[in-house]
């Protein structure tokens, strides 16, 4: 059996990550290569010339671990994704169109009455389900205005409505203390001066994230830009002014692989303003500046020690849609992980035409508030470790306790590296009712067997420490699959050098699955590797050599990159003498 050597840290590196979304790291900082447009790195220089709240500033939010993300707006007339599905114009640097045209969709507006729209309403709704803040829409790629600003007609005052939607959600969070955040996009896609790329002296690249200069350089902007970054300047001083303490501005102009650059914005010198009118906001990192969080998006990260937020869905929607929502057991797991990781989960939903909360989607979210009104001391406030989360499951500590969350028992046990320097002095299942923990502590490993009767979504054992923790055991060497948010191995198949034919072997999984990652061990030659929906049409999604044996998948969806493609088919080209292959193939969703 091969021996996994773990080494003891007291403090994880900052922004070393195998972590597959969007983060802003130092360029000193090893990066996955199949994934590297999704970090944006920076000199040291840069960093440190950059803005961020302090520590002590960004430590409700690490303890918070939960939040509601509220995605609501005009896509909901036809219950659709917001913005991606609507807007038939979408402008450089975003490619494709929306499905209603710009005659049509513009008009919703005129409907807009949310006749049973109630913000005290959601606000307890978020905070019986346990979510500790709250951050809604104030702008999305559509242009349109869920708040009375003074620098539009194209707002939500201008509706049957008639009311500052905005405002009334800022003062429902404020009546009950629960800290308020605006999303806020850049992109505008109904602004007429919007123009971050001068497409009539710029070449698209990279499928629509990049755009060069046809002179060479950078792609510049058009020509009514500057007045966009006037007008930016001005609404954002608007939503940092009028509506309360604001707690979390959230940005959405992702840097991916220079698709979105900081000079679009002027970055620096508008989240100082916001600084100067808010000083105890806190901003995420998708100006294209360093910012104070991390940005992963509809997955869950692996760990590490600067705070980043998982921006998650109830169904895989942003916006409401009547397609079925996750499960409970998913839902929690997600957030158990993502703390595991030393991180939060901000969760979205959306509101019907109407103004209504779903009923099911309700019931869902207050049905998680009851479990974590229960155990989510074992959440709530706590830091990831001490050991990295895995297939198992995984823990978070919080003083001299460490509360251990195994979600697989693995053959009714689970084996993990002694903490040095400590020792357990009790411990305890939280959700097992009339069993004691069953464990064996030796000096190299800590054996625990599972209870008659785990818990169906996460068995807690919570171990009462001789010392308190201060840091994780972190394995070298560790594969990137075995983060939860890659799923599971649904094929492991070792391939004979005889079962090749013509340098070529091509698996088929029997049907479609939502594929996160191919592994392939023990080749000695280098393989490219195609995929396919269909078994006609194929696309290479990397090549496996001796340094990279695994390969992350991710397919763009609403203006992001998400781990898992659609895939029946394998192909696997080798340019040598086909030799004795082992792969392995992952999903979240089997």
């Known amino acids: 059996m091969t021996k996994i050597i773990y080494l003891t840290l ?25 994934t590297a ?5 920076f000199s040291k220089e840069q960093w440190d010339g950059s803005n961020f709240a302090s520590p002590k500033q960004m430590e409700w939010f690490s303890n918070a671990r939960y939040g509601m993300f509220i995605h609501f707006g005009l896509s909901a007339y036809v219950d659709k994704d917001i913005s991606w599905d609507i807007c038939e114009t979408r402008k450089a640097p975003d490619m494709g169109h929306g499905a209603y045209l710009d005659t049509v969709w513009k008009k919703w507006p005129s409907k807009f009455k949310i ?14 389900a346990g979510m500790k803040y709250v951050v809604v829409i104030a702008k999305h790629h559509d242009g349109f205005h869920m708040w009375d600003t003074k620098f539009s007609d194209f707002k939500v005052t201008n509706t049957p409505f008639g009311r500052d939607y905005l405002k009334e959600i800022a003062d429902a969070c404020h009546k009950i203390n629960m800290p308020f955040g605006i999303y806020y996009s850049q992109r505008d896609w109904y602004h007429p001066d919007y123009a971050p790329v001068d497409t009539s002296k710029a070449v698209n690249k990279q499928n629509g994230h990049i755009w060069k200069s046809l002179a060479g350089g950078n792609a510049i902007p058009g020509a009514t830009h ?14 940092c002014t009028k509506y309360g303490k604001i707690d979390i501005f959230w940005f959405d102009a992702a840097w991916w692989g220079g698709m979105f650059t900081a000079d679009m914005w002027d970055a620096e010198n508008l989240t100082r303003m916001m600084r100067k009118l808010q000083p105890d906001i806190i901003i995420n990192n998708r100006a ?58 901000l969760l979205s939903w959306g509101a019907h035409w109407d103004g209504r909360f779903d009923p099911a989607q309700k019931d869902l979210l207050l049905d998680m508030g009851g479990w974590l009104k229960k155990y989510g001391y074992a959440f709530y406030e706590t830091k ?35 903490l040095p320097d400590n020792s357990v002095v009790s ?6 009712e009339g069993e004691k923990v069953n464990l064996k502590s030796g000096t190299e490993e800590w054996q625990f067997s599972a209870p008659v009767q785990p818990d169906s979504i996460a068995t807690i054992i919570e171990l009462v420490m001789e010392k308190p923790l201060k840091g994780v055991l972190k394995a070298k060497n560790h594969s990137v699959f075995e983060g939860i948010a890659f799923g599971g191995a649904i094929e492991n198949r070792e391939i004979a050098g005889t079962d090749w034919k013509k340098s070529q072997y091509i698996l088929d999984l029997k049907k479609s699955c939502n594929v996160t990652g191919i592994g392939i061990y023990d080749s000695k030659n280098s393989i490219v590797v195609r995929v396919s929906s269909n078994g006609i049409n194929w696309t290479e999604v990397g090549k496996i050599s001796a340094s990279d044996r695994e390969l992350s998948l991710t397919t763009y969806l609403a203006g992001a990159e998400v781990l898992g493609r659609n895939i029946r088919y394998i192909q696997l080209n080798t340019a040598g003498e086909p030799s004795k292959t082992k792969i392995m193939v992952y999903s979240k969703k089997p």
Not at 321 to 326: G, Q, V
């Open 384 to 418: 990831g470790g001490p050991w990295m989360p895995g297939k198992w499951g995984g823990a978070t500590y919080k003083g001299n306790k460490v509360y251990l969350y195994v979600y697989d028992w693995n053959n009714g046990e689970i084996k993990l590296p002694a």
């Open 226 to 239: 500057k007045k966009y970054i006037e007008y930016q300047r001005n609404v954002v001083r608007e939503l």
């Open 10 to 34: 007291t403090f994880i590196c900052l922004y070393c990550t195998k972590l597959q979304a969007q983060w802003s790291v130092l360029n000193t900082d090893e990066i996955p290569k199949q």
């Open 427 to 432: 411990s305890k299942y939280l959700n097992v």
């Open 37 to 41: 447009f999704k970090y944006q790195s």
């Open 115 to 128: 006749e049973n729209f109630n913000a005290h309403d959601w606000v307890q709704i978020a905070k019986d």
């Open 288 to 345: 294209s500046i360093p910012g104070d969080f991390d940005t992963p998006e509809q997955e869950v990260g692996r760990y590490q020690s600067r705070p980043w937020e998982s921006a998650l869905t109830l169904n895989g929607s942003w916006a409401y849609s009547p397609i079925p929502n996750k499960s409970k057991k998913e839902l929690l797991r997600d957030l158990f992980s993502s703390a595991q990781g030393n991180g939060n989960v």
